[in-house]
Each structure stands twice: as C-alpha cells, then as structure tokens.
C-alpha cells in the first residue's frame, strides 16, 4: 500500500531553485542567470512567440521606471484589469520590483465592481487590457480619489 503523504519521490532535487527572499529578488536572480533562455512562449495570432529572461527582465524594468517616473511609492498599490497574459506578469513583476502591491481585478467584473476594488485596495494607478476595461475604469473614475493614472 502506498502512502500518498510520502514527499520525497516529488521533492525537488535541489533545496533552492532559485535564490531570492522575495518574488522580484528572484526574478531579477533568474534575469541574471538565465538571461538569453526562453522563460516563456505566448501564441499571438496563431504565431508562437519566445520570450527570453533578458526581454522580460526589459519590459519589466521599463513598466517599472514608468510607475517610478508617475510617482508610484512603496507600498502603493496598482490594480490590473486584465485577462491572465504575458503583459499581466509583466506589469505585476513591475509593481513588485517597484516596491508596490499588486492587485489583480477579473476583466469580467462590473464597473461598481472595478470602483469597489480599486477604492478598497487603495488603488494608485490602474492597468487596463483594452478599451473595454478602460471603459468600465472611466465609468467610475470620479469615485476613484486616488487613481493617478
């Protein structure tokens, strides 16, 4: 009979995968020694395409001095409207290397919705999928203090 508490014929080989105390030392770890191999394929109209660690480790940096140049603090908060995407870890690994909370919101909430989340999580800034998001942002915006982007 076996024991499906048993662990050790699941554990990983190594006791730390990647060093780091925190999600974004980590990342930045992984940037730095995985640089030119792929971390991820993304299918954009039906053509995959390869993500290396030093792009992603780019993109991030550059959404995170974006955050910084708007003035976004520690420990503010910014909220993502989106479905789950590449540019969704991308801004989250952003807000974390910046210090910030990230919070996510469903693309399939209601605008009384986003303006509950966004108020209750003291949202700052404001990341939106597309039109339709930037809509339901917009709708509620005047109840969004503050929102500064």
Known sequence: MSNLWDLSRIQPQHEV???GDTIPAMFWNAVRARGPNI????KDFGIWRSWTWNRTGEAVREIGNGLLALGF???ETASILSN??????LCDLAVLSAGGVANGIYPTDAPEQVQYLCADSGTTVLFVEDDEQLDKALEVRHELPLLKK
Do not use: S
């Open 17 to 19: 995968v990647m060093a």
């Open 39 to 42: 971390w991820m394929r993304q």
């Open 84 to 89: 789950t995407t590449v540019e969704w870890v």
């Open 73 to 75: 603090g520690a420990r």
